[in-house]
């Protein structure tokens, strides 16, 4: 979806999602080059994009403070935790999607009306993407 968008270079791409880390840890990291406009120019900067869970996240951010604490000398047993936390946070997100999966067959079934797939909820406000935002297949 982000290669057709024509002022927006797909720099590199590193998918944990398929090739999990050995950490058990999840995510699309994206390195993106993409305009930014000045008053007098505009600017190519670098940026990353990291794209995971709900529940990935609270496992990164909570790995990220154990290492820095530890001066990243963690003791085995919390690296053993966390391998065993992000596990069950892959299984919890596999879950939620299959729930959200039948509730969508349930409403399909019954002829409720859909989600609108070009809306997001974050943190409470309501955002519309544009339609050419979801790969189309």
């Known amino acids: 979806m982000l290669q057709r968008q024509k002022d927006i270079t797909v720099i590199e791409c590193k998918d944990y999602i398929k090739n999990p880390k050995p950490n058990g840890y999840q995510s699309l990291h ?28 609270f496992w990164a951010s909570l790995e990220h403070k154990i290492y820095y604490k530890y001066n990243k000398e963690v ?7 966390l391998k065993e936390a992000a596990d069950s946070a892959t299984k919890l ?39 050419d935002f979801l790969e189309k297949e």
């Open 75 to 81: 003791p085995a047993h919390l690296t053993e935790e």
């Open 30 to 57: 994206l390195i993106l080059q993409v305009p930014i406009f000045m008053s007098d120019r505009e600017e190519n900067m670098y940026v990353e994009i990291q794209i995971r869970t709900i529940a990935m996240d």
């Open 93 to 131: 997100d596999r879950k939620m999607e299959e729930i959200h999966r039948k509730m969508a067959q349930i409403k399909e079934d019954n002829n409720e009306e859909k989600e609108n797939p070009l809306e997001l909820m974050l943190l409470n406000e309501r955002f519309a993407l544009p339609e």
